[in-house]
């Protein structure tokens, strides 16, 4: 019930704040030794995980089975440890403890923990917490989502509200990924991609397709955020995890954007809009997210 989510909220935001206290002392401590000496390499140079990301996974899902030891568990570290179950009815917590890991190793602030709820395979309750800037978003299914900044009161998403509508692509600044993936295809196929979205001034004038700018923030749940905040238009990216977007579907859906494509994360029946759709959708004046389904590795 909203009854029991709201409790739950209030729960999983201490826990957040909680996890981000030690988010930022691991920062501070990769800082004052040698980068090269505190990171270990999960797939390439470019998907680092630290120890960091395993500690606060494990303090966020301890505190978690305590509290609600009836409740499921996915957690990004927990999966790539072998944690592997298969997504129920049942309630589930989705939780990627460090979310922009590189940006976490680099020091660039935009990182955060992404804790989400999914009941009934659906995502019904999100919390991202930035403990860098101390912004913290929260969303419940159906509810108006809100973001609190560093002592302040919780301000309701989008805070330029209604949103703007966008009469052309022109106008929209878009969040775009490279991802860890760095192999050939991949990276031609969305450099590609990401060329035609920034445009040329002659195809600005013919087809007003261009968009006002790019942006690659690096932390896929903050993305989320900032299109719910209204200061990105639009996010895209091929092949997210669900840890990635759970908490942020609910929090942008609170905040009157509109996700599609990673609802396929967490049920077998949806379809991808093409880059057109998306596109069709800003013209008509809506806030528009788009994450593709795990697997896909096509860039229109
Ligand atoms: C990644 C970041 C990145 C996005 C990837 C995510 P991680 O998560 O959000 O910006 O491009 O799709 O997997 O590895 O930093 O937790």
Same mark, same amino acid.
């Given at each position: 019930t909203t009854h029991d989510l709201e409790s739950i909220l209030e729960f999983t935001v201490a826990l957040a704040r909680t996890a981000g206290e030690l988010i930022l002392e691991g920062s501070e401590a990769i800082q004052s030794v040698q980068a090269s000496k505190d990171v270990s390499e999960k797939k390439n140079s470019v998907d680092l995980v630290t120890e960091y990301d395993v500690r606060v996974e494990e303090l966020v899902k301890k505190e978690l089975a305590t509290k609600y030891p009836n409740f499921k568990f996915i957690g990004e570290e927990s999966y790539s440890a072998g944690s592997r179950p298969p997504l129920t009815d049942e309630p589930t917590f989705c939780v990627d403890p460090i979310d922009g890991t590189t940006n976490f190793v680099h020091g660039f602030p935009f990182v955060c923990i992404s804790l989400g709820l999914i009941y009934r395979r659906r995502p019904v309750l999100g919390v991202i917490f930035n403990p860098f800037l101390n912004h913290l978003y929260t969303g419940i299914k159906g509810k108006s989502s809100y973001l609190t900044k560093a002592n302040g009161k919780p301000l309701k998403l989008p805070l330029a509200s209604p949103p703007k509508p966008l009469p052309s692509l022109s106008q929209a600044l878009i969040a775009i990924e490279w991802g860890s993936d760095r192999g050939e295809k991949t990276i031609t196929s969305k450099a590609s991609g990401f060329g035609r979205l920034a *445009?040329?001034?002659?195809?600005?004038?013919? *087809? *007003?397709?261009?968009?006002?700018?790019?942006?690659?923030? *690096?932390? /896929? /749940?903050?993305?989320?955020?900032l299109v719910a905040q209204g200061g990105l238009d639009l996010y895209w990216e091929v092949g997210c995890w669900p840890w990635d977007v759970c908490a942020g579907v609910v929090i942008a859906e609170g905040a009157g954007c509109v996700v599609t494509g990673s609802h396929a994360v967490f049920a077998t029946t949806s379809s991808s809009p093409s880059f057109g759709d998306v596109t069709e959708e800003i013209l008509t004046g809506r806030k528009y997210i788009v994450v593709r389904a795990i697997g896909e590795t096509e860039v229109e």
């Amino acid at each position: 019930t909203t009854h029991d989510l709201e409790s739950i909220l209030e729960f999983t935001v201490a826990l957040a704040r909680t996890a981000g206290e030690l988010i930022l002392e691991g920062s501070e401590a990769i800082q004052s030794v040698q980068a090269s000496k505190d990171v270990s390499e999960k797939k390439n140079s470019v998907d680092l995980v630290t120890e960091y990301d395993v500690r606060v996974e494990e303090l966020v899902k301890k505190e978690l089975a305590t509290k609600y030891p009836n409740f499921k568990f996915i957690g990004e570290e927990s999966y790539s440890a072998g944690s592997r179950p298969p997504l129920t009815d049942e309630p589930t917590f989705c939780v990627d403890p460090i979310d922009g890991t590189t940006n976490f190793v680099h020091g660039f602030p935009f990182v955060c923990i992404s804790l989400g709820l999914i009941y009934r395979r659906r995502p019904v309750l999100g919390v991202i917490f930035n403990p860098f800037l101390n912004h913290l978003y929260t969303g419940i299914k159906g509810k108006s989502s809100y973001l609190t900044k560093a002592n302040g009161k919780p301000l309701k998403l989008p805070l330029a509200s209604p949103p703007k509508p966008l009469p052309s692509l022109s106008q929209a600044l878009i969040a775009i990924e490279w991802g860890s993936d760095r192999g050939e295809k991949t990276i031609t196929s969305k450099a590609s991609g990401f060329g035609r979205l920034a *445009g040329n001034p002659e195809q600005d004038v013919k *087809g *007003g397709k261009m968009a006002h700018s790019l942006r690659s923030v *690096g932390s /896929a /749940a903050l993305n989320y955020a900032l299109v719910a905040q209204g200061g990105l238009d639009l996010y895209w990216e091929v092949g997210c995890w669900p840890w990635d977007v759970c908490a942020g579907v609910v929090i942008a859906e609170g905040a009157g954007c509109v996700v599609t494509g990673s609802h396929a994360v967490f049920a077998t029946t949806s379809s991808s809009p093409s880059f057109g759709d998306v596109t069709e959708e800003i013209l008509t004046g809506r806030k528009y997210i788009v994450v593709r389904a795990i697997g896909e590795t096509e860039v229109e």
